[in-house]
């Protein structure tokens, strides 16, 4: 069984929930894109996950602000306002009468290609936009038993040529590292930056723990994780020390305590790198205690609406 930061409960709902393509609604079994997609052809799309807590898309303003953000990045146009997508989201979520624990997948390429190629200009369409939401709840068993990494070869890219930032469809470096680790025999790949500073892992944000204080990388080469974001505000509101700096695994393989955050696992605590054991190799105490205040957060957005 595949273990790792996206380990989710099993539930037989997802085998008939309806996607969202182009505001047409398709049973599962049934979606399709057209093999002339741009994000099909070249990997030219961006995309945005996010979660329904109880009736309430959490930190949606966060999400949707980064959306936009990959979009102009790109140069892509989207011909639709935040509250317009957002409203496509619910008609999703409405249709399928969902409620909590969904998991929102929302997909925007460029468009229909005339012929298959990377330049723009061939684009005859306006933006293919896909919304796929799942009923996904994190594996707790996973969570308690915490995963491994192992540091790829594949380096996180410069700012200059593909910023770290980007959500974009173009992750088959991310891909690369992933496979390395799998070999390797870990859950997951932690990446270096190009001056050999530890970055980010393969699709989660790193975090390390020693006497007391927290530690992830600069915001230079690692991704623009809203989760990472939210761990650093409640550190800052509960009186922990978070540091954002360069630091190299020989930091790493020290640390008291390590661990991974994302959108749909929250915090995951990290056992082993590279073969060595983290600490005590466990769920540890303060990573517990970042977890909860995570946790009780996102309770404090959905009783905010």
């Not at 229909?112 to 723009?120: A, E």
């Not at 061939?122 to 996973?142: D, F, H, M, Q, R």
């Not at 550190?235 to 020290?254: H, P, Q, W």
């Not at 983290?278 to 957005?301: F, P, V």
């Amino acid at each position: 069984m595949v273990h790792g930061t996206h380990n989710a409960q099993e539930d037989s709902r997802n085998n008939d929930i309806l996607i969202s393509i182009n505001d047409e609604l398709y049973p599962r079994k049934e979606a399709k894109i057209s093999v002339f997609d741009s994000g099909y052809l070249v990997g030219d799309g961006v995309w945005e996950a996010l979660r329904l807590h109880h009736g309430v898309l959490v930190f949606k303003e966060d999400h949707f602000n980064r959306l936009w953000q990959s979009a102009a990045t790109v140069g892509m146009h989207l011909p639709f306002t935040k509250e317009e997508l957002i409203a496509k989201v619910w008609a999703t979520l409405n249709a399928n009468a969902m409620t909590n624990g969904v998991h929102v997948r929302i997909m925007v390429t460029r468009g229909i290609k005339k012929t298959p190629s990377q330049d723009p200009r061939l684009t005859i369409s306006g933006p293919n936009v896909v919304i796929i939401p799942e009923y996904k709840t994190a594996s707790k068993a996973s969570r308690e038993k915490g995963i491994t990494l192992f540091t790829s070869s594949i380096r996180r890219g410069s700012p200059d040529y593909l910023d770290p930032r980007l959500n974009c469809h173009s992750k088959l470096h991310e891909v690369q590292a992933l496979i390395q680790a799998i070999e390797a025999g870990a859950d997951e790949a932690l990446m270096l930056d190009v001056n050999g500073f530890v970055a980010t892992c393969n699709a989660t944000n790193f975090f390390m723990i020693k006497d007391g204080e927290v530690c992830t990388s600069t915001s230079k080469y690692c991704m623009n994780g809203i989760t990472r974001a939210k761990v650093i505000e409640v550190c800052k509101a509960n009186g922990i020390t978070c540091i954002e700096k360069d630091f190299s695994l020989f930091d790493v393989y020290g640390a008291d305590e390590a661990f991974v955050t994302g959108t749909f696992g929250g915090l995951t605590p990290v056992t082993k790198i590279d073969g060595r054991q983290i600490g005590k190799g466990n769920y540890g105490h303060m990573t517990r205690q970042l977890s909860n205040l995570y946790e009780a957060l996102i309770d404090n957005a959905v009783k905010n609406g």
